[in-house]
């Protein structure tokens, strides 16, 4: 038991449990707040999921009778908010807490406190959104269509029913009554606010806690992307911010930013929220992109085809990706040279993604094949990612998509680069990177089951779109009459929409039964690249127990193997002492390490926003600012508590 | 902390004599301000204004945040943002017509 | 205590602190923030015709003025605890600081002196025309901003006293508080010049 510094140091003794639930709600160590990450993000992933289904059941022939219009509005709208915003988004937050420092050759982030802190705020925020469906109202909608003259919507549809982009002025106060589209402008700005803080943190843990000798231009691709990622976050966060501020406040305080009635503008809330939302696409497919570029190289025992190009295009579509914005407003009224200005810069950035594409190809090409279920997600990310990434170019020419924006054909372009790209990414990842978490493997039968259904259920979902859009479906429409002819192809899509749900439930049996009899893993089962392979699995808690020496990139592929003059892989004579050595100094390290100590703060702080924002919407009831002031003084007690408090108490060591 | 900062710093009394050139700034400012008021083309001014505003911020910039005195690398962070903030808002501006109508 | 540097495990591979690297990495974030709410305010201020009185009809220059030159004095108190800790004079650090504070709470009384003339005697509200409102979020975040600046410098100096002394190595460092300080200075140097100079 370690001895506290001097007492004056902390008001509260600091939590002390290695276990328990305890530990979990006090954790600063990166790989636990990375599951608690992959856990809630998965929850609401089979959230979204529900709502999809739900839809695609109203959607599946002419005049649906499943939800009401009312209902519909929401359901779309929570499905893609919870996808982006609570299923992606903090999957790659998962990702990146757990593999970050790993990747890099460091014991944690560079704030650990912090990183909590921006999990529970996550969670709470994540809370406090689907809270609307218990506790918003929608109020008497304007020129409304509630079936028998309801004035309110039935518990399935009060909830956020804006669309997960929001315009303005119809969730705006004149158009938009009740409370729900508070929760989304609120828990938003909370979820928003919990990634700008991840973000500084990861910049700064990439650009100053590297290992000695890993330069920036050895870091794992992955690495790369989390870094671009960051950026994107850093700086598109903000803009939302403001947006939704200005949404809150037209709502709650009577500004009149949006209310076109009285100067305000509908359009600067496209701009805003565009101006955030393109970049937070790329947001959510790079770092599947980085994982790709992972497991592609391990899988085809060769090199990752041109890292620098790699890298480099990875970059610069983060940075194009600043400049297309308003190619989801061709049709809003902007002026034909900025049309024509906004349409060129999006074919712009089709080429680093085609640069990637074929970096893939080359990584491949020649290269000896295992088909293991990371492989056959990656190639399934880059098949599918190409069809979306080529739709998506059909967009950027301006007077195609006018015909196309706002059909289904939209919705097929970007379900096949989310779903096809980043989802498919994500299992790649999971599949490749379980070991490490558990120190088993995953089935391969199992996980092949799972991909050949999700394959075939996705593009039998996401496929009959493509040409459903241009027959004119329309989007975000709440049923369709039998005199299109859309029924046969909408049926198709529900059935491919129930595939994808049944290859859910075996991903989910195969993690489970993985978790406690999966085959042992061992040191490097993959025989991998990256030096996250170079420690014991399960990782141990300090992660390594030497810092690591670098000399190149993918040096724990060289650490094993040297290449022969036609360039291919020859294992070292000592590759097997290597491993056992590493495997030893892993699990035994001969120093004392010092790793941060749990605490109290971050979760605090993260629960004062649930505070916050209930107190925010409800400030004219009699409770609701002192429950506003009570929110407010918790965050600022948290955080000074926080500041009073040393990262880590003297004397706190970790030994095996 | 300490040991990352290379070059000398300015000393209190420079720090005081910044000071007063900012203030001067401010005064000549606020003297535009109405210069412009009684008539003078605003052509002139607002240029002017903003050079003076530019000229400002640069200095607390690199005196006070001692952006002179670090490393490269911080001083790319707060100009990435910066001109990216500027440019980027510029063209949103611009979709709006609001700077031909400053112009004009 | 805190101030055991770990050496073993921390070294900084850019050569900058990482507090004072992630200091400046949310900063240059705030940019695009305040980079937004000019915009809006920049978009809205020619938009006439709605309810009167619009905030350029109704600025005193003379007085916010005074309140700006009383925000750039801050921000040399602010560099002179800077330079006072770096020596380990922790009294004058103290008193800087404290001097900072002052400042900064003169400033704000300003700025609620300024929103309350608008408000009671101008007739002018938040909700009164989009310029308006431009105006007081705009306004109101840098305040906002300002007062968060004040009770971190406070903090500061509650430390120092209850420590008895600061280093540059505790959690919240001056050094850094400095940085937010003056980068809300420099963010009211460009708003009194696009909002309150140039009409």
């Not at chain 1, 085609?354 to 290269?367: A, D, E, S």
């Not at chain 2, 943002?81 to 709006?96: D, E, P």
């Not at chain 3, 009185?53 to 009383?70: G, H, K, L, Q, R």
């Not at chain 3, 050094?175 to 140039?198: G, Q």
Request: net charge neutral.
């Amino acid at each position: 038991m370690a001895t506290p510094a001097s007492p004056a140091s902390t008001i509260f003794r600091r939590p002390r449990q290695t276990s328990g639930w305890m530990s979990w709600i006090t954790t600063v160590d990166h790989k636990k707040i990375g599951i608690m990450y992959g856990y809630s993000a998965f929850i609401f992933f089979i959230l979204g999921g529900l709502e999809a289904l739900i839809l695609r059941l109203q959607l599946a022939g002419p005049d649906g009778t499943v939800l009401d219009a009312a209902e519909y509005n929401a359901m779309f709208t929570m499905h893609g908010t919870t996808m982006v915003f609570l299923f992606v988004m903090p999957v790659g937050a998962a990702f990146f807490n757990y593999l970050l420092p790993l990747m890099i050759g460091a014991r944690d982030v560079a704030f650990p406190r912090m990183n909590a802190l921006s999990f529970w705020i996550f969670i709470f925020g994540g809370i406090f959104l689907y809270s609307s469906f218990l506790f918003g109202t929608t109020g008497p909608p304007s020129g409304g269509n509630l079936p028998g003259g309801a004035t309110d919507a039935s518990w399935l549809g009060s909830t956020i029913n804006g669309g997960w982009f929001m315009y303005q002025p119809n969730a705006g106060p004149r158009f938009s009554t009740g409370t729900v589209l508070d929760y989304g402008a609120i828990g938003l700005q909370i979820l928003g606010l919990a990634s700008l803080i991840s973000a500084v943190n990861f910049i700064a843990t990439i650009l100053n806690m590297r290992a000695k000798g890993m330069k920036l231009l050895r870091m794992p691709v992955f690495i790369w992307m989390t870094l671009v990622v960051a950026f994107l976050l850093l700086f598109s966060l903000p803009i939302i911010a403001v947006a939704l501020f200005m949404v809150t406040f037209d709502r709650q305080l009577g500004t009149l930013f949006f209310d076109t009635f009285q100067g305000g503008d509908a359009v600067l809330w496209q701009h805003l929220f565009w101006l955030f939302g393109h970049p937070e696409v790329y947001i959510l497919i790079l770092p599947a992109m980085g994982i790709v570029s992972e497991t592609l190289p391990v899988f085809s025992r060769k090199p990752l085809f041109g890292y620098p190009a790699v890298v480099f295009a990875g970059a610069a579509i983060g940075f194009l990706g600043f400049g297309v914005w308003a190619h989801h407003m061709f049709s809003s009224g902007i002026t034909p040279v900025a049309q024509a200005a906004f349409g060129l810069a999006t074919m712009t950035i089709a080429v680093p993604t085609g640069i990637k594409i074929f970096n893939w190809l080359g990584t491949m090409w020649m290269g000896k094949i295992k088909f293991t279920t990371p492989m056959l997600f990656s190639l399934g990310f880059v098949a599918l990612f190409v069809i979306g990434g080529l739709s998506g170019v059909t967009h950027s020419i301006v007077p195609a998509d006018w015909q196309q924006t706002d059909t289904y054909y939209i919705v097929a372009h970007f379900h096949y680069v989310l779903f096809g790209g980043a989802i498919f990414g994500i299992f790649a990842g999971l599949y490749y990177w379980f070991p490490k978490l558990t120190g088993r493997m995953m089935s391969e039968k199992l996980g092949k089951l799972h991909f050949w259904l999700m394959f075939i259920g996705m593009n039998l979902t996401f496929g009959p779109m493509h040409w459903l859009g241009l027959q004119g479906m329309v989007r975000r429409t709440w049923k369709y009459p039998a005199e299109y002819n859309f029924g046969t192809w909408n049926m198709v899509v529900t059935v491919g929409a129930f595939i994808i749900a049944s290859s859910i439930l075996v991903f989910m049996l195969n993690w489970t039964k993985s978790k406690r009899r999966g085959v042992e893993a061992g040191m490097d089962p993959w025989d991998a690249r990256t030096i996250e392979w170079s420690i014991p699995n399960p990782t141990p808690e300090w992660n390594f127990g030497v810092n690591p020496d670098v000399h190149s990139l993918d040096d724990w592929w060289h650490r094993k193997y040297d290449e022969d003059e036609d360039g291919r892989p020859v294992r070292r004579p000592d590759a097997d002492s290597t491993i056992a050595q590493f495997h030893d100094q892993g699990v035994n390290p001969p120093a004392p390490i010092h790793l941060p100590t749990p605490s109290y703060f971050p979760f605090f702080a993260g629960a004062s926003f649930l505070a916050v924002g209930y107190g925010v919407i409800y400030h004219t009831r009699g409770w609701g600012l002192p429950l506003l002031i009570f929110g407010v003084v918790l965050l600022l007690s948290s955080l000074i508590g926080w500041s009073l408090e040393p990262l880590e108490e003297e004397h706190e060591e970790v030994h095996a | 902390m300490a040991g990352a900062q290379t070059k000398a710093h300015p000393s209190p009394k420079q720090y005081v004599q910044i000071a007063v050139l900012l203030a001067v700034l401010t005064a000549v400012e606020v003297a535009l301000y109405y210069i412009e008021e009684a008539g003078v083309s605003e052509i002139v001014v607002y240029p002017t204004l903003i050079i003076l505003a530019i000229l400002k911020f640069v200095i607390v910039v690199a005196f006070y945040m001692h952006t002179r005195y670090e490393k490269g690398i911080i001083s790319r962070f707060f100009t990435v943002g910066f001109v990216g903030a500027l440019m980027l808002y510029t063209v949103v501006l611009g979709t709006f017509g609001v700077l031909s109508a400053i112009g004009g | 205590m805190s101030d055991v540097a770990h050496e073993e495990h921390v070294h900084e591979s850019t050569g900058v602190e990482t507090r004072k690297l992630a200091m400046w990495v949310f900063l240059s974030s705030e940019f695009m923030f305040f980079g937004a709410l000019i915009t809006n305010y920049l978009l809205f201020k020619g938009r006439v015709g709605y309810t009167a009185p619009y905030p350029a009809e109704i600025f005193d220059i003379p007085f916010t003025s005074v309140s700006s030159f009383v925000l750039l004095m801050s921000s040399l108190t602010m560099v002179l605890a800077d330079h006072a800790i770096h020596r380990d004079d922790q009294r004058s650090t103290r008193t800087w600081l404290i001097a900072t504070a002052l400042l900064g709470m003169v400033f704000l009384a300003g700025q609620a002196y300024e929103f309350t003339t608008f408000v009671v005697d101008e007739g002018m509200k938040i909700s009164t025309n989009p310029a308006a409102s431009a105006f007081f979020t705009l306004t109101g975040f840098h305040g906002t901003h300002v007062l968060v600046g004040v009770i971190m410098l406070l903090t500061l100096v509650g430390i120092s006293f209850r420590k008895g002394r600061l280093s540059t190595a505790t959690g919240l460092n001056l050094e850094n508080v400095a940085l937010y300080w003056h980068f809300v200075d420099i963010i009211w140097i460009v708003i009194f010049t696009v909002v309150y100079l140039i009409k």
